[in-house]
């Protein structure tokens, strides 16, 4: 079955320094993948999709990219703010068929620190 | 309306009582789910409806556990004996099904606490 891997252990940074996350994926080969930032006590929110066709995709500061060989993306967030600590989280879809549900991994921590 | 939203936002109970938990997804989303959140633990999938189809049950942890979707829209997340380890933050989710991608909108949660 589909498998994502993300950093469990929580990731602390200077501000103004660049954070890097990573996810994983085993199994099979997905369309596309999606980034969410979680706030304590919130839903997760969207941040970011990118295609199986494209390899860098930005926003402001934000990063990702999506190595379909590795079977690796990187969420990087530059110049980062303490006002982006939060847990980060990766989202594949199915492999195949009408069903729809998320494949979600269980997220990095990251800190900021002033 | 503007987002996903949920009632109530927090819910506090006694084991063994029922509880209802409500969501109520974005206008003209089709697929709705329920997840729940264990402090510091990743989303566990619970329920996911899309459109007419039957929904996908497979994630309830037991059959103290429902939910239903009225009229393709509104849904509530039922829990009959509620147990301590029942406690945790229940978030529902709504995706348009009209595009290629699947991206979700989250509620802000209920936290339930069993006492």
């Known amino acids: 079955s589909q498998k994502i891997e993300q950093n469990s252990e929580a990731l602390n940074i200077q501000e103004g320094k660049t954070a890097t996350l990573t996810c994983n994926y085993t199994?099979?080969?997905?369309?596309?993948l999606q980034w969410y930032r979680q706030d304590p006590g919130r839903g997760p929110v969207f941040l970011l999709l990118i295609r199986e066709n494209e390899k860098e995709k930005r926003k402001e500061r934000l990063k990702v990219t999506f190595d379909t060989t590795l079977k690796q993306s990187l969420f990087h967030i530059t110049a980062s703010q303490p006002a982006d600590s939060a847990t980060y989280l990766c989202a594949l879809p199915p492999r195949a068929g009408n069903n729809r549900k998320l494949i979600w991994g269980l997220g990095t921590s990251l800190a900021v620190n002033p | 309306g503007a987002g996903v939203s949920q009632s109530p936002s927090n819910k506090v109970t006694e084991k063994g009582k029922d509880v209802e938990l409500r969501c109520d997804p974005i206008s003209g989303h089709t697929a709705l789910y329920w997840y729940r959140q264990s402090l510091g633990q990743g989303l566990e999938f619970l329920i996911y409806f899309q459109g007419n189809s039957a929904p996908d049950k497979s994630g309830l942890p037991s059959d103290r556990f429902s939910a239903e979707r009225t009229g393709g829209s509104v849904s509530t997340l039922t829990i009959q004996r509620t147990q301590q380890e029942d406690s945790a933050v229940y978030l529902c989710?709504?995706?348009?099904?009209?595009?290629?991608?699947?991206?979700?909108?989250f509620g802000p949660g209920t936290r339930l606490t069993v006492l």
């Open positions: 199994n099979y080969s997905p369309a596309y």
């Open positions: 989710a709504s995706s348009p099904t009209s595009g290629a991608t699947d991206t979700q909108y």
